[in-house]
């Protein structure tokens, strides 16, 4: 990801590196070059110009300093307002008091939400955290059957509707632990963290419905399930590889369910990087983490200043 940019943004220091000073249109011309190499990366409009404005004004308005030349300057500005529209400093999951923390995960289909969750699982039970999987998609036919197969591959359990109950509506079973409505994700949540209470698990890491475009009927169950586990974090799983629409579909999610952060999946493909730019700036919510690959293992910590530095490599 990112290296049509990270090229782009080499050139134009490049060019700066040969001045001895900055004058306003070089200025001028960087931020020119900047803006374009952004635009062209798929970032978001508005976040562009809020980034590019900030540059030109730190520039303009930067000290002569000694130790960094003019465009060792440029690039410090950049890189550190980089870090800014990436949100700044590192984030940490927020981990409930009273256990069980409830992360709840929301996005598209094909975002990489089921198998996020078992990259979360495996993350968290590695660091002697005791997690439950929840299958709370109960749209797709086969998702609980995925989220089971994303479970064992992580070895965690999950906590998912009994098989042939899950689609029938007239669905109040007797279970040993209590009545319970398959058909109802919503149930399925809520019965799940009282699992989770009484098993020992701590926390619970709840795979919700997505659809192929935004839907209020998805958004409406997404935000109740939030309401009634009072989820700790809600995470925005996006594909970096969607471009331009993430702005609209970060929004709809951030207004529509509430989130509290965004995990990036899919950064080990091609991806101009146009989501990972706006996201944070968009939703106001920073980056968690980072999704890398199909396999259990292919997960990271998201660290804006890490993420600046390959930018600017
Ligand atoms: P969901 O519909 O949001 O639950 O998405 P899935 O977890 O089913 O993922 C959709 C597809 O993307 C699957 O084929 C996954 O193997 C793949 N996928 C998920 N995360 C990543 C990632 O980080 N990198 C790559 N290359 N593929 C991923």
Known sequence: MFNSLSDRLSNTFRNLKRRGTLSESDVNATVRDIRVALLEADVALPVVKQFTGRIRERALGAEVSEALNPAQQVVKIV????????????????????????????????????????????????????????AADLQRPNAVTQLEVV????GVPVFAPERGNVFGHDAALETGEGTRSFGDPVDVAVDSVTHARDKGYDIVIIDT??????????????????????????????????GQAAVETAKAFADGVGITGTVLTKLDGDARGGAALSVATVTGEPILFASTGEQVKDFEIFHPDRMAGRILD
């Open 151 to 154: 479970g064992e591959r992580a």
């Open 79 to 134: 890189n550190e307002e980089l870090v800014g529209i990436l949100g700044g400093a590192t984030r940490r999951l927020n981990l409930a008091k009273n256990p069980p923390t409830v992360i709840m995960l929301a996005g598209l289909q094909g975002s990489g939400k089921t198998t996020l969750a078992g990259k979360l699982g495996y993350w968290l039970k590695e660091q002697g955290h005791a997690p439950l999987l929840v």
């Open 209 to 242: 419905a997505g659809r192929l475009a935004v839907d209020v009927d998805l958004m409406r169950q997404a935000h109740d399930i939030r309401v009634e586990t009072a989820a700790h974090e809600v995470l925005f799983v996006i594909d970096a590889m969607i």
